[in-house]
Nanobody, 118 residues
C-alpha cells in the first residue's frame, strides 16, 4: 500500500480558494488511481473527486462540479485538489485516497481540515 499525507487545509471565507495536496510515498504512485473524499461532523464520508493514473478520467461529485479541480503530478508523487468559490457547506475533513481504479480505494491519508466561514 501507498502512504498518503495531506496538507493545505485551513480556514477561509466563503468565496475563497484553497489547494489541497496529497504526497504519496512509494515508487508506484503513477500506477494508482487517486481520489479525494470529505467528511463533515455527523455525516458519512462522501466522494469528492477522483483521477485515474493517466489523469484522463476525473469524475466529480455534483456538489463540487465547476468549483473543484483534481490533478496529479506523477513526477512529484502528488495529487492536488484546487477548491474555488468555497461555500460553508464545503467545511469538512478532506481525505486523500489511493487505489487500483477510480471506484476502488484501499489506502487513506489522515485528513486535513477545511473550514469555510460565511
Amino acid at each position: 500500500q501507498v502512504q498518503l499525507v495531506e496538507s493545505g487545509g485551513g480556514l477561509v471565507q466563503a468565496g475563497g480558494s484553497l489547494r489541497l495536496s496529497c504526497a504519496a510515498s512509494g515508487r508506484t504512485f503513477s500506477s494508482y488511481a487517486m481520489g479525494w473524499f470529505r467528511q463533515s461532523p455527523g455525516k458519512e464520508r462522501e466522494f469528492v473527486a477522483a483521477i485515474n493514473w493517466l489523469g484522463g478520467s476525473t469524475p466529480y461529485a455534483d456538489s463540487v462540479k465547476g468549483r473543484f479541480t483534481i490533478s496529479r503530478d506523477n513526477a512529484k508523487n502528488t495529487v492536488y485538489l484546487q477548491m474555488n468559490n468555497l461555500k460553508p457547506e464545503d467545511t469538512a475533513v478532506y481525505y486523500c485516497a489511493a487505489g487500483p481504479n477510480i471506484v476502488n480505494f484501499n489506502s487513506w491519508g489522515q485528513g486535513t481540515q477545511v473550514t469555510v466561514s460565511s
